[in-house]
């Protein structure tokens, strides 16, 4: 399947139901881009109802929501707890651990759904666009990645 004619490209867009991820998916679209958009339940508290609905409403072609709770749980937060990683002796590091287990879904349904671009709303400066990227290239040398935040 591939994107309509005249389309950039299609984008799976890792997308979180917020003002920040909601206006980059507007944007993309407004780039040219057809834009799926993709959530992962990794046992955060989300009405992922209501941010399939308004994901469709902002412009999306398609909303994927896939429950990766079980697969977080057995292959990163136990060995890590096993591990005894904490960072500075205090902070567990679930959501760092998080992030490859939600790319390596997003990069699935993007190759899948015959996508040429994966995205996401992290900020220029954290740890969370390396984390997301670093996996997207290991995953998949060619998606491209689009960081709206980067891009000036």
């Given at each position: 399947m591939s994107a309509a004619p005249g389309s950039?490209?299609?984008?799976?867009?890792?997308?979180?139901?917020?003002?920040d991820t909601s206006c980059i998916l507007v944007w993309l679209i407004e780039?040219?881009?057809?834009?799926?958009?993709?959530?992962a339940n990794v046992g955060q508290e989300e009405d992922f109802d209501a941010a399939r609905e308004k994901a469709l409403?902002?412009?999306?072609?398609?909303?994927?929501?896939e429950d990766?709770?079980?697969?977080?749980?057995?292959?990163?937060?136990?060995?890590?707890?096993?591990?005894?990683?904490?960072?500075e002796a205090v902070y567990l590091l679930g959501t760092s651990v998080a992030r490859p287990v939600i790319a390596r879904s997003?990069?699935?349904?993007?190759?899948?759904?015959?996508?040429?671009?994966v995205s996401h709303g992290c900020t220029g400066k954290g740890n969370d666009?390396?984390?997301?990227?670093l996996a997207y290239y290991a995953l998949?040398?060619?998606?491209?990645?689009?960081?709206p935040w980067r891009i000036p």
């Open positions: 950039k490209g299609k984008v799976l867009l890792a997308y979180s139901g917020g003002l780039q040219g881009y057809e834009v799926l958009a993709y959530m409403k902002v412009g999306a072609s398609k909303v994927f929501i990766l709770r079980r697969e977080l749980v057995e292959e990163l937060v136990i060995p890590t707890i096993q591990a005894n990683a904490v960072y997003q990069v699935a349904i993007a190759q899948r759904e015959g996508c040429t671009h666009q390396v984390r997301f990227e998949d040398p060619k998606l491209k990645v689009i960081a």
